[in-house]
């Protein structure tokens, strides 16, 4: 694996030091080249070094709101509304540019959150079961990060392995400006990372904290969205024989997602981002930019909302049938705390490793893949009997179901990237971009400007189209 340094990002890392030193560090040592060694001396460095990095998570154009509402308005979920507030005009339309402000800030503060990963990871305290739970925590948030900007920046691996990725950030250095790493080095530096996790990784302490089984969840994920079938088996079947996780059902699927409070116990939600009554975005929160009460700028599209029965929970919690700019119109319901503490970003759950282990059964056994499906289904469908399909209506069925379970947490446009799949608008969006071709260029987001101005190594590998 590459070790590629990077040069950017230097005030951010500056400030990221310092926020974790004490008294003793307001010495006459130049701030930018403070060793990592002497910033992080004991356990509570490491953990304050750790808060921020879960902080880092919440930033507005990644985890705070832009991640998930791309994952949805990008494919066939989630459209503009009429009257809006011009957020993400330019992914409803994909006319998306190098100056877009939420693909270079996705960028900026996701290379933010992997330096902090960095600083935690490259430290030399001496392990104990605390220390490797922090660095486990490290491991799986970096994995994390470049999981998702490798899917937003870069070819599918399915579709091409060798193509130009992201840059392999693991140490820091000023100096030096890295090219793009091949999709496949960063998948590879990925599952490392997530192997490194589940073995250092112990503790359970709340659904906003990495734990062995979040980072065996991600690991399925991960494996998922590289087409191997066999490893992302694997690894679901572990989360669900070994995490002790339960699920959701009809009963207590409303009050679940009606619920703001980080988890402690282990229900559905193996990871999420906090947004508490401290740490959260305000205006910027996810719930804003769906909630009616909020901007109310993105709606459900009419015919994901035509694939829920009128006995789903997921239409009678989720979905609310209402008027937005005299148009008729599916407002969503999944995020309706808007004062105080607000919604979490749930990004791994239960039900998603259920499905993952059904679309990887379904080639050598259909017997278990229905299983797997249906228990999923019948979760949140209590008149519906399960699932009979067979072969390719079989695999069709978990990607449907796939949609309409995982709605409005950005997961489908990575679902229609990785399948090699176009993306068929419904009416709700504009004409020009109802049908998103595979390949298409725009189904990449462009490095920045500021970026490839800043560094010449990366500035001959923007993608296509930009």
């Given amino acids: 694996m590459k070790n590629i340094k990077v040069g950017f990002i230097v005030i951010a890392f500056a400030s990221l030091i310092l926020s974790s030193c004490k008294e003793e560090f307001l010495d006459l040592k130049p701030y930018t080249a403070l060793p990592v060694a002497d910033a992080l001396k004991t356990e509570g460095d490491v953990q304050v070094a750790l808060r921020g990095a879960y902080a880092s998570l919440r930033g507005v154009d990644i985890f705070g709101r832009t991640i ?151 690991e399925a994920k991960v494996h998922l969205t590289k087409g191997d079938l066999p490893n992302a088996l694997i690894a679901a079947n572990d989360v669900i024989n070994n995490s002790g996780f339960t699920a959701v059902t009809t009963t207590n699927y409303a009050s679940y997602w009606g619920n703001p409070v980080v988890g402690t116990v282990k229900l559905e939600t193996l990871f999420e981002v906090s947004s508490d009554a401290v740490g959260n975005l305000a205006f910027d929160a996810l719930g804003y930019i769906y909630n009616q009460a909020g901007y109310g700028d993105m709606l459900c599209s009419d015919d994901l909302a035509a694939l829920y029965s009128a006995t789903d929970v997921r239409k009678t919690a989720v979905l609310q049938a209402g008027t937005r700019a005299s148009l008729p119109s599916w407002f969503v319901r999944k995020y309706i705390n808007l004062a105080t503490d607000r919604d979490d970003t749930k990004l791994i759950r239960l039900a998603d490793i259920y499905l993952i282990a059904a679309e990887a059964s379904a080639p050598v056994n259909e017997t278990n893949a229905r ?49 090699k799949l176009p993306i068929n608008r419904s009416l709700n969006y504009p004409a020009a971009a109802r049908t998103i071709a595979y390949p298409f260029d725009k189904r990449l987001l462009p490095i920045p400007q500021v970026e490839t101005d800043a560094n010449p190594t990366i500035k001959a590998q923007q993608n296509p189209g930009y």
């Fill in 371 to 419: 299983t797997f499906l249906n228990f999923v289904a019948t979760r949140r469908d209590a008149s519906f009997t399960g699932y009979t399909s067979t072969g390719a209506a079989l695999v069709n069925d978990i990607i449907q179901e796939r949609r309409k379970e995982l709605a409005f947490e950005g997961d489908r446009f990575h679902d229609l990237n990785r399948l």
């Fill in 68 to 218: 998930p509402v791309l994952g949805d308005i990008m494919a066939d979920n989630v459209y503009q509304s009429a009257q809006n507030t011009n957020r993400y005009t330019n992914y409803n339309q994909y006319v998306q540019n190098v100056t877009d402000g939420n693909a270079q800030g996705m960028w900026t503060q996701g290379y933010n959150c992997i330096l902090r990963c960095n600083n935690i990871i490259n430290s030399t305290l001496a392990s104990n079961v605390n220390v490797n739970q922090y660095k486990g925590e490290a491991y799986a948030i970096r994995a994390l990060m470049y999981f998702t900007l490798v899917r937003f920046y870069a070819k599918p691996y399915t579709q091409d392995p060798t193509a130009l990725g992201v840059p392999i950030v693991t140490t820091f250095d000023q100096t030096l400006k890295p090219g793009r790493a091949k999709v496949s080095e960063v998948y590879t530096l990925i599952l490392s990372d997530l192997a490194q996790a589940y073995t250092l990784m112990t503790l359970f302490t709340n659904t906003s904290q990495f734990s062995k089984y979040a980072a065996k969840g991600l």
